[in-house]
């Protein structure tokens, strides 16, 4: 009796698997002829003889992703499915034109992981060390694109970021959300025996309740990147880091704790900065650098023409602007294309009242 339902089930396994097999045999016939659109698309691009062929279309990706999204109904996650296309988009304009993206490295950053997010796996990643290299890199053109963190994040100070933008061309292409999660590892050993916990400054402070219940013991120490955290932790006996999981297979270390943040929701966001100015995907944000003169309600009338247009406003950050002609610069992140009639209304009557005014770009709302 047990052996009949054994058969009978792998009778069915096996019928499953043949269609399976079928299945297979046509997703893969139309990634192929999916490819092969790509490269004629890649001929006419390239046909228009611009003198820089901007081959990834980030509005197109963003279009195509929303409606992947808007047709997934299970049973793979909304991440999964994404992911997938992700890929496939990533190997057919990999075919068109290898994309090389700098990233704020060292390998194994969060940074890292915001631009295989973004871009997918096929692309050339190069890791550089700071991010006023990453922007000079996209400057000189010897990188397509590169990856900067901007909020909150946990390698190095985003505020380099904002303010690079005083001194740059360069537009903002993309934005990349990642959910970040941290994990606490070591080349081995107990949690208990651990009397050393490295990491920066903000993974520090996002850990902050578990080390104190978990690791009370331990001295923390501050060091500029989760990555650093963890090289240093691979060479000490008794000092752990704390540092997202890539990183643990990286440096080799082993994870003695996993999630260990306050927040689970905790997320960070990156920009894509490039040379081009992207079209609008039909749900985009656009990105200012503003200043206003140094007088009372100057701030406040300047932001008006916002309000009066119906423009939102998603963010505004101000920093000091250290070019002694102003006092403030402030960014602000506002929904909506540039190219949009109500938003180019607002913008043009911003720019008369501002002492500096620059649109940093318009590009397409994170995705996922
Ligand atoms: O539509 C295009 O322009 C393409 O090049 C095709 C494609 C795709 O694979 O769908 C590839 C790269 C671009 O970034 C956008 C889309």
């Given at each position: 009796?047990?052996?009949e339902?054994?058969?009978?089930?792998?009778?069915?396994?096996?019928?499953?698997?043949?269609?399976?097999?079928r299945?297979?045999?046509?997703?893969?016939?139309?990634?192929t002829?999916?490819?092969?659109?790509?490269?004629?698309?890649?001929?006419?691009?390239k046909?228009?003889?611009?003198?820089?062929?901007?081959?990834?279309r980030?509005e197109?990706e963003?279009?195509?992703?929303?409606?992947?999204?808007?047709?997934?109904?299970g049973p793979?996650?909304?991440?999964?499915?994404?992911r997938?296309?992700?890929?496939i988009?990533?190997?057919?304009?990999?075919?068109?034109?290898?994309?090389?993206?700098?990233?704020?490295?060292p390998e194994g950053?969060?940074?890292?992981?915001?631009?295989f997010?973004?871009?997918?796996?096929?692309?050339?990643?190069?890791?550089?060390?700071t991010i006023?290299?990453?922007?000079?890199?996209?400057?000189?053109?010897?990188v397509?694109?590169?990856v900067?963190?901007?909020?909150n994040?946990?390698?190095?100070?985003?505020?380099?970021?904002?303010?690079?933008?005083l001194?740059?061309?360069?537009?903002i292409?993309?934005?990349?959300e990642?959910?970040?999660?941290?994990?606490?590892?070591?080349v081995?050993?107990r949690?208990?025996?651990i009397?050393?916990v490295?990491?920066?400054?903000?993974?520090?402070?996002?850990?902050?309740e578990?080390?104190?219940?978990?690791?009370?013991?331990?001295?923390?120490?501050?060091v500029?990147?989760?990555?650093?955290?963890?090289r240093?932790?691979s060479r000490e006996?008794?000092?752990?880091?704390?540092?997202?999981?890539?990183?643990?297979?990286?440096?080799?270390l082993r994870?003695?704790a996993s999630?260990i943040e306050?927040?689970?929701e905790?997320?960070?966001?990156?920009?894509?900065?490039?040379?081009?100015?992207?079209p609008?995907?039909g749900?985009?944000?656009t990105?200012l650098?503003?200043?206003?003169?140094?007088?009372?309600?100057?701030?406040?009338?300047l932001?008006?023409?916002?309000?009066?247009h119906?423009?939102s406003?998603?963010?505004?950050?101000?920093r000091p602007?250290?070019?002694?002609?102003?006092?403030?610069?402030?960014f602000?992140?506002?929904?909506?294309?540039r190219?949009?009639d109500?938003v180019?209304?607002?913008?043009?009557?911003l720019?008369r009242?501002?002492s500096?005014?620059r649109?940093?770009?318009?590009?397409?709302?994170?995705?996922?």
């Amino acid at each position: 009796m047990g052996e009949e339902r054994e058969a009978a089930r792998e009778a069915e396994i096996g019928r499953i698997r043949e269609e399976i097999d079928r299945l297979d045999e046509q997703i893969q016939a139309l990634i192929t002829r999916r490819a092969e659109c790509a490269r004629r698309i890649a001929e006419i691009k390239k046909e228009a003889g611009d003198a820089e062929a901007f081959f990834y279309r980030p509005e197109r990706e963003a279009q195509i992703l929303r409606r992947v999204l808007e047709r997934n109904r299970g049973p793979l996650s909304d991440e999964e499915m994404a992911r997938l296309f992700r890929e496939i988009m990533s190997a057919c304009l990999a075919l068109e034109q290898p994309l090389n993206v700098a990233f704020l490295g060292p390998e194994g950053t969060f940074t890292q992981l915001a631009a295989f997010k973004h871009f997918g796996h096929s692309i050339r990643s190069r890791p550089l060390p700071t991010i006023d290299e990453v922007f000079r890199e996209v400057e000189a053109g010897s990188v397509h694109y590169g990856v900067v963190p901007v909020e909150n994040s946990t390698e190095g100070m985003v505020s380099h970021t904002l303010d690079r933008f005083l001194n740059s061309p360069l537009y903002i292409c993309g934005e990349v959300e990642l959910r970040v999660h941290h994990y606490l590892m070591a080349v081995g050993g107990r949690i208990e025996d651990i009397r050393r916990v490295y990491s920066h400054r903000q993974s520090l402070a996002q850990c902050r309740e578990w080390l104190d219940a978990h690791l009370p013991q331990a001295e923390r120490i501050a060091v500029e990147s989760n990555a650093e955290a963890a090289r240093r932790a691979s060479r000490e006996t008794r000092a752990a880091a704390i540092a997202g999981e890539a990183t643990a297979h990286i440096y080799r270390l082993r994870i003695l704790a996993s999630n260990i943040e306050d927040e689970p929701e905790n997320t960070t966001r990156f920009l894509v900065i490039g040379r081009q100015q992207v079209p609008p995907s039909g749900n985009d944000k656009t990105s200012l650098l503003l200043s206003a003169p140094n007088r009372p309600g100057a701030l406040f009338r300047l932001l008006e023409p916002l309000a009066r247009h119906g423009v939102s406003m998603t963010r505004i950050e101000s920093r000091p602007s250290r070019r002694g002609l102003w006092d403030y610069v402030f960014f602000v992140d506002v929904e909506g294309h540039r190219s949009e009639d109500k938003v180019a209304a607002a913008l043009a009557e911003l720019e008369r009242e501002a002492s500096l005014f620059r649109v940093l770009g318009s590009y397409p709302r994170a995705v996922l």
